[in-house]
């Protein structure tokens, strides 16, 4: 596997599910104010809370991968919300002060 | 997403394919679009308008909240020289996801023991660039300071609005090749477009650091240039 191959998670979830592993696959859909982050990015985790990728700076990953073992037992999509004004703001906030919005799926 | 979508995007991607993905929020449908120029309204509008930004977001269409995620190719750098600056930038490029092709049509310096997994081409840039154009998602880095090789694919750069044109050398090699670039017809405002002495001035020392001063200044470029242009 070359280095561009290892940096995409995208690639990562197809791989993995073609092994036979359960993926859900994390997506940045908003982003408010100082987020490390664009729109657009994706963290990827596997049955076992593996991961590839981010969504943000490593502020909040520990609380999505949580999540997205949830979606991965239900199979219901989640919307997930982070920021500074959030209740979890002392555990998993965003440190910079940014707000984001993070969609989380099963893949199919 | 379903599997089946997932594989359709990586493919697209692989083979530099455009492409938008539309999410719909409330159920986690996902289509996939792999350039897709046709697509209906009031969705097309979104499409296209992702396409020409780059930018993924959510919006509105008919009290429906989508999620468009954009998927552009990468740009490329084609870099005219595989001396050891190459070497170098030839493994940073990948990290920073910028696809890289290097030419020259010096076999003693382009070999594959020098650039193990590197799309290297041992030839004149003259007959290369005929068979694969550059474009304005193309940063050219001409790092031989050899007027034979790099004046034409430097010339070319400037002509296909590469986003990027960069050239090693010193300012007294630089001021001689303004020169000859202006009786190849180019003029004064355009070849200011080239960087040169190539590289962000971090002070750079080693060919290591000169390809990391010379990817950040790339980086620099195209993340700066000028959409409205399609520059």
Redesign the interface.
């Known amino acids: 596997m070359t280095a561009p191959d290892m940096l995409d998670p995208l690639k990562t979830a197809e791989t993995w599910k073609s092994d036979g592993r359960e993926v859900a696959i994390a997506t940045v859909v908003e982003t408010w104010g100082s987020a490390p982050r664009q729109a657009g990015s994706h963290l990827v985790i596997d049955g076992e809370g593996n991961f590839e990728g981010s969504v943000s700076g490593g502020c909040v990953e520990g609380a999505v991968i949580t999540e997205a073992l949830d979606v991965i037992a239900s199979g219901n999509a989640k919307m997930l919300e982070f920021g500074v004004a959030d209740e979890t703001a002392w555990r998993v906030g965003l440190s910079c002060g940014g707000r984001i919005q993070v969609f989380v799926e099963r893949l199919g | 997403?379903?599997?089946e979508d997932?594989?359709k995007?990586?493919e697209a991607?692989a083979t530099r394919k455009a492409v938008v993905t539309v999410?719909d929020?409330a159920?986690?449908e996902a289509q996939v679009l792999v350039e897709s120029g046709s697509v209906g309204a009031p969705l097309g509008e979104a499409v296209a308008k992702a396409l020409r930004s780059g930018?993924?977001?959510?919006v509105d269409v008919e009290g429906q909240a989508l999620?468009l995620?954009?998927y552009l190719p990468p740009p490329r750098i084609v870099v005219i020289g595989a001396v050891h600056i190459s070497q170098a930038l030839a493994?940073l490029a990948?990290?920073a996801?910028y696809d890289l092709t290097i030419i020259d049509p010096r076999t003693a310096f382009a070999t594959e023991e020098r650039f193990e997994?590197v799309e290297l081409v041992a030839d004149w840039p003259e007959d290369v660039l005929k068979q694969h154009p550059l474009d304005a998602y193309t940063a050219l880095a001409a790092v031989t300071h050899d007027p034979k090789i790099d004046d034409f694919p430097l010339s070319q750069a400037l002509k296909s609005g590469c986003f990027y044109v960069g050239a090693l050398g010193s300012r007294k090699t630089h001021a001689k090749r303004v020169e000859r670039l202006m009786e190849m017809g180019h003029s004064e405002e355009e070849i200011t477009r080239i960087a040169a002495p190539i590289g962000l001035d971090i002070g750079a020392a080693t060919p290591a650091e000169i390809a990391l001063s010379t990817l950040a200044q790339i980086v620099q470029a195209f993340r700066r240039r000028d959409l409205v242009t399609g520059r």
């Open positions: 997403m379903r599997f997932l594989k995007l990586n991607r999410t929020l159920t986690g930018k993924a977001g959510a999620f995620n954009v493994r990948p990290v996801g997994g």
